[in-house]
């Protein structure tokens, strides 16, 4: 039963293991591949790192402002530790919000505003709400809101996944480069190794970048941002139908039309 004791789960910051795991584990034995194997010194170059690390960051770059590639390397780290929303935790909470506006009155959720401030956009739908603001216009605020979180992540996602394409592409420089130097030194044995460790090497280097690193963390950051969506469309619900002043069982039926199956909630059953 509904009551204004109503407690909002605040959302936990988690570290993400499967990340870190992958992210380990898969440059783990890349590393132990290149030990077991030889010397580990002859995957060491420097002008391949310049090529390929330096080459990709800056010209990824151009594609981009400076703000948009700093946001990015920030959003990154966030992949390691994100804020965790149980869609299935914010629609029941949401209900019960319903159920307490459809007992005691809109204005009864003036209590409660504080509990929400720890979910954004739910504290701003609900202070709509009681202050009367109608259904049609707090839904149409919400989804702006909504929508312009989703266009940052996917700046931040897109950033990463033009440094994926890139870091071939600058490892294939660096490849004909150092064919170059050793097409133009063949009459110096000595120059060769060095020249073709750059060719093979720059590829190496490339290939790992854009295929361990940046492509992972792109779809990671798609995936996390999918999910807050998906909790931030269960708000938008919310408040637009405690504005609305529907019944509460109609808002369960239009959240379980949202969530996946495995998510569904039954609150009034």
């Given at each position: 039963m509904a009551d204004s004791n109503i407690q909002i789960t605040k959302a936990k910051?988690?570290?993400?293991?499967?990340?870190?795991?992958g992210l380990i584990g898969g440059f783990g034995l890349?590393?132990?591949?290149?030990?077991?194997?030889?010397?580990?010194?002859?995957?060491?170059n420097i002008p391949s790192v310049l090529i390929v690390v330096g080459g990709t960051l800056c010209i990824t770059m151009m594609c981009f402002s400076l703000s948009e590639t700093?946001?990015?390397?920030?959003?990154?780290m966030k992949t390691m530790s994100y804020t965790a929303r149980d869609p299935s935790e914010a629609a029941i909470q949401v209900l019960q919000i319903a159920e307490l506006a459809r007992r005691q009155g809109v204005l009864s959720l003036q209590g409660i505003l504080a509990q929400m401030e720890s979910e954004p956009l739910l504290h701003k739908g609900m202070s709509m709400v009681v202050d009367g603001t109608p259904g049609e216009e707090v839904e149409a605020i919400l989804t702006k809101d909504m929508h312009a979180t989703i266009q940052r992540h996917q700046k931040s996602a897109n950033v990463l996944k033009k440094a994926a394409e890139f870091a071939p592409a600058m490892g294939l420089i660096g490849t004909l480069i150092g064919l170059v130097q050793m097409l133009g030194n063949l009459a110096d044995p000595s120059s060769i190794g060095p020249a073709m460790a750059v060719a093979l090497l720059t590829t190496f280097y490339g290939a790992v970048m854009a295929n361990m690193l940046f492509a992972?963390?792109?779809?990671?950051?798609?995936?996390?941002?999918?999910?807050?969506?998906?909790?931030?469309?269960?708000?938008?619900?919310?408040?637009?139908?405690v504005g609305?002043?529907?019944?509460?069982?109609?808002?369960?039926?239009?959240?379980?039309?949202?969530?996946?199956?495995?998510?569904?909630?039954?609150?009034?059953?």
């Open positions: 910051s988690v570290t993400d293991i499967a990340t870190i795991v890349v590393i132990a591949a290149i030990f077991t194997g030889g010397s580990a010194g002859s995957f060491v700093m946001r990015t390397a920030k959003v990154v992972p963390m792109a779809a990671k950051l798609e995936r996390n941002s999918a999910e807050e969506s998906l909790v931030n469309n269960v708000y938008v619900l919310g408040c637009v139908s609305r002043q529907e019944n509460p069982r109609r808002l369960e039926m239009l959240l379980n039309s949202l969530l996946p199956p495995a998510k569904r909630v039954r609150y009034f059953d």
